[in-house]
C-alpha cells in the first residue's frame, strides 16, 4: 500500500482506539452509578447486599489501565471486521467495538492459518509503546502471507523488557498453548513444560476462559490458583485481574490448611509424613474407633420405655459403616436411624407420628448419646492426629504391616503434647491434619483448579488439592526437572493418582519463547544429570546474552554486574544460596543501590535479592547467578535447583564464581 494509506490506516486504527477507550469508560461510569443507586432499588437488605457485591464486582472488571492495550489484533473476514482484545467493549448502541479474546470468533485470531484461514482474510496485529498504539502488521492469509513466530510485533511482544508482576500473555498465545486454553471444563490436563513454553500463563488463561464461558457455574463453585510460595503468587497476581477477573482464590498449599504452623520436623521425619501410606495409617485409625454394640438400648421419654436390641444396634452400626460415608455423617446416620427405630416403636403403640420435638430429645437422650460415645465415638481431625503420634500403641495398631517399627519410632512424639490444641503442630502436621479432615467430614470443592510447580507436590500434598476439586477439574503445570522437593515427582501419571485424576492428558510443552536459546543450552547440561525423563527444551529466541566469569569478590564483582545490567531496560535479579543472600543484598546497599525483595507486588527498585530457593516460577531481564557451587551444596537436590535458577533469564544470564563450577556444567 502508498505510504499516505497506510498513515491513513494508522490514524483510523487510534481513533478506534480512543473511542474504545470512551466506550469502556462509559461502561464502567453505569455500572459505578447503578452501584450507588443499587441499595434504592432492591426490594430488601439481602437483595441490596447481593445487588452492591455483584455490581462492585462489574466495577472492579471494567477497569482500564491506560499503559495496556486495549486491543492487540483485529480480523477482517470477507463481510465484516473485529477487533480482538482483553475485555468485551460495546458501543452505546451496544454494537461491539472490541471482542473479547476468549469470544469464539477470536479462537481464529489465534488458530487460522493458510491451510486453514477459518474465513480470515486479514489479521492484523498492533505494536505499542505505554498503551499508546504505534505500528501494525498484516497478514493477507488469502494471499497466503503467514508470519507465524516472524512476526516483527509478536517477536518484540515477547522480547519486551518487563519490571514488577507477571503480564498476560493474550497477544502472543501460541496456537498450541491456545488448544490448552480452550480445553472444556470437564478435562483435567497436566502440562510438562520446559522452562519459558509459557506452562504458567497457559493455566492462567486456562482460568481467565473458563470463568467467560461457565460464568455463575464458577462463581458458585470457585476458581483457585495454587502456587508454591507467596512470592511466587505475588508475581502472577496482576494477571487475571489485568483479564478482567478479580474473584479467583490464590494459595498456596499450607495456606489451605486450618492448622497453624509453629512446629518444625526433622527431614525424614517431614519426608515420612508426606508418604502416602500415611493416608491408609488414618483410615485405619479413624475406622479402629468404631466398636459393635454389645448391649440393647434402652429409653424413655417419660411416659414409655423403648428397647432395642443389641443385634439391631449392631446392624445400625454395620450398615452405615459400609456406605464408606465421611465419618461425621456416619455418626449422624446413626443417630438418625436409631432414633428411627424408636420413631416406629412409637407410632406402633400410639397410632400416631410423634412430633419434632420428641424426635429431637430422642436423638439427644443420654441413652443415645452413651451409645454413640461407645460405639461411633466422636473426633476431631487435630485430635486423630494427636491421639496416632501420641500413642505408640496406637500408632502400631493403625501402622501395622505399613510402617516399619523404626518409622514408627521416627514418628512417635517422645514428649507428647497433653492435647491437640497444646500442640506445636509442623508444615507435614498440617498435611496430616487435612488428610483426617478430609475422612471425618466432605471438604469444599472448587469448579476447577490451576496448580503450578506441581512437581514439589508430595502425594498428600496432591490429596489436600484433590479434596479440594473432587467435583471439579484440574489444570497441572510443572516440569519434572525442575523439583526440588525431597519427594519431588518423577512421574506425572502417579501424581494424578494421588490428584484423583488418573485419567487426565499429559500435554508437553518443548519450545520456549521466554528464555534465549543460549541460556536454555547451559541450563540443559544439567538435564542428564537430574535423573528425569524430559526432553530437552528448545527456544526460538536468538538474542539474549550469556556471560560465565570467575572473579575473586564476589560481592564487589556483583555490585559491577548489577550497574552494567541497569544500563539496559527491564528488570535485574540477583540470585544466590539462602545463606548468601542477605551479604550480597548489604554489598548492593552499601553500594547505592536500591533492592526489592521477591515478594513484592510492586517493587519500589529494579534490583531484586532472591534466595535461590524462592526463585522457582519468576522471571527477570538481566540474571545474575552468584555461585552455583554454593547453590548446589546447600541442598540435597541442589542440581535440581540449579536448572531453575538458571532458567530465570529472559534476555541475559551472567554466572559469577569463585569456587569450581558444578561438574555438568
Keep these: 500500500m502508498p505510504a499516505q494509506d497506510l498513515d491513513t490506516d494508522l490514524e483510523y486504527e487510534r481513533a478506534h482506539l480512543a473511542a474504545s477507550r470512551a466506550a469502556l469508560r462509559r461502561m464502567r461510569e453505569h455500572a459505578e452509578s447503578l452501584f450507588r443507586t443499587g441499595q434504592d432499588v432492591a426490594g430488601d437488605a439481602y437483595a441490596a447486599e447481593t445487588l452492591g457485591r455483584a455490581l462492585s464486582r462489574r466495577v472492579a472488571e471494567l477497569a482500564d489501565d491506560p499503559s495496556t492495550p486495549l ?15 482483553r475485555r468485551h467493549v460495546t458501543d452505546p ?3 461491539p467495538m472490541v471482542l473479547d ?16 484461514p477459518q474465513g480470515v482474510q486479514v489479521r492484523r496485529r498492533f505494536g505499542f509503546g505505554a498503551g499508546q498504539l504505534t505500528s501494525f502488521e498484516d497478514e493477507h492469509l488469502d494471499r497466503g502471507e503467514e508470519y507465524g513466530t516472524a512476526s516483527r510485533i509478536l517477536t518484540a511482544e515477547i522480547e519486551r523488557p518487563r519490571v514488577g508482576p507477571m503480564r498476560d500473555i493474550v497477544a502472543t498465545i501460541q496456537p498450541e498453548q491456545d488448544e490448552l486454553v480452550r480445553a472444556d471444563l470437564a478435562d483435567s490436563i497436566c502440562v510438562q513444560g520446559a522452562p519459558g513454553t509459557g506452562k504458567t500463563a497457559v493455566g492462567l488463561h486456562r482460568a481467565a476462559y473458563l470463568l467467560y464461558l461457565h460464568r455463575e457455574r464458577l462463581r458458585r463453585s470457585g476458581v483457585l490458583v495454587v502456587g508454591p510460595n507467596r512470592a511466587f503468587l505475588s508475581y502472577i497476581s496482576a494477571v487475571l485481574p489485568a483479564l478482567g477477573e478479580v474473584e479467583v482464590t490464590q494459595s498456596t498449599v499450607t495456606e489451605l490448611l486450618d492448622t497453624p ?26 475406622a479402629g474407633l468404631l466398636r459393635a454394640p454389645e448391649e440393647p438400648m434402652v429409653v424413655s421419654d417419660g411416659s414409655y420405655r ?12 454395620e450398615e452405615a459403616r459400609r456406605e464408606e460415608l465421611p465419618y461425621a455423617t456416619g455418626r449422624e446416620r446413626v443417630r438418625a436411624r436409631v432414633v428411627g427405630l424408636l420413631q416406629r416403636q412409637s407410632e406402633a403403640r400410639r397410632g400416631d407420628s410423634p412430633g419434632e420435638g420428641w424426635l429431637r430429645r430422642m436423638g439427644r437422650s443420654k441413652p443415645v448419646t452413651e451409645f454413640l460415645d461407645r460405639c461411633w465415638p466422636a473426633v476431631t481431625p487435630d485430635g486423630l492426629v494427636h491421639r496416632l503420634l501420641a500413642d505408640p500403641q496406637a ?15 521416627r514418628l512417635s512424639w517422645p514428649k507428647p503434647p497433653r492435647t491437640a490444641k497444646a500442640t506445636k503442630w509442623s508444615e507435614a502436621d498440617a498435611v496430616l491434619v487435612d488428610e483426617a479432615a478430609g475422612l471425618v467430614e466432605r471438604l469444599p470443592s472448587f469448579g476447577h483448579v490451576v496448580v503450578d510447580e506441581a512437581q514439589d507436590l508430595s502425594p498428600m500434598q496432591c490429596r489436600v488439592i484433590a479434596r479440594r476439586s473432587e467435583h471439579g477439574s484440574i489444570t497441572l503445570l510443572g516440569d519434572l526437572a525442575q523439583g526440588t522437593a525431597p519427594w519431588a515427582a518423577t512421574d506425572w501419571r502417579e501424581s494424578l493418582r494421588h490428584l484423583g485424576k488418573p485419567d487426565a492428558s499429559v500435554v508437553p510443552l518443548t519450545i520456549g519463547f521466554r528464555v534465549p536459546a543460549v541460556v536454555v543450552a547451559l541450563a540443559n547440561r544439567l538435564l542428564p544429570a537430574l535423573a528425569v525423563d524430559v526432553p530437552p527444551a528448545e527456544s526460538l529466541r536468538r538474542d539474549g546474552a550469556l556471560d560465565i566469569r570467575t572473579v575473586s569478590d564476589l560481592p564487589a564483582a556483583t555490585v559491577a554486574e548489577v550497574r552494567a545490567a541497569l544500563e539496559h531496560d527491564g528488570s535485574v535479579a540477583v540470585i544466590a544460596a539462602e545463606a548468601e543472600a542477605d551479604g550480597l543484598r548489604a554489598a548492593l546497599a552499601g553500594a547505592g543501590i536500591a533492592t526489592s525483595t521477591a515478594d513484592e ?6 534490583v531484586t535479592v532472591v534466595p535461590a530457593t524462592l526463585a522457582k516460577g519468576l522471571e527477570y531481564d538481566h540474571v545474575i547467578v552468584v555461585e552455583p557451587a554454593r547453590i548446589v551444596a546447600a541442598e540435597p537436590r541442589g542440581l535440581h535447583r540449579l536448572y531453575v535458577v538458571l532458567t530465570r533469564a529472559v534476555s541475559r544470564l551472567a554466572v559469577l564464581h569463585t569456587e569450581p563450577l558444578p561438574a555438568p556444567l
Design 93 to 95: 448502541a451496544g454494537e
Design 395 to 409: 500408632l502400631a495398631a493403625a501402622a501395622d504391616e505399613l510402617l516399619s517399627e523404626a518409622e514408627q519410632a
Design 306 to 317: 423403648w428397647r432395642i436390641t443389641a443385634e439391631a444396634l449392631r446392624r445400625v452400626v
Design 101 to 116: 479474546w476468549r469470544a469464539p470468533i477470536s479462537r481464529s485470531f489465534y488458530r487460522a492459518t493458510v491451510r486453514d
Design 601 to 606: 507486588v510492586e517493587p519500589p527498585a529494579r
Design 261 to 286: 504452623v509453629r512446629g518444625v520436623d526433622p527431614p525424614d521425619t517431614a519426608a515420612l509424613k508426606h508418604d502416602p501410606r500415611m493416608a491408609e495409617v488414618l483410615r485405619r485409625a479413624l
Design 71 to 85: 486491543f492487540f489484533g483485529r480480523l477482517d473476514f470477507a463481510d465484516a471486521n473485529y477487533h480482538i482484545g
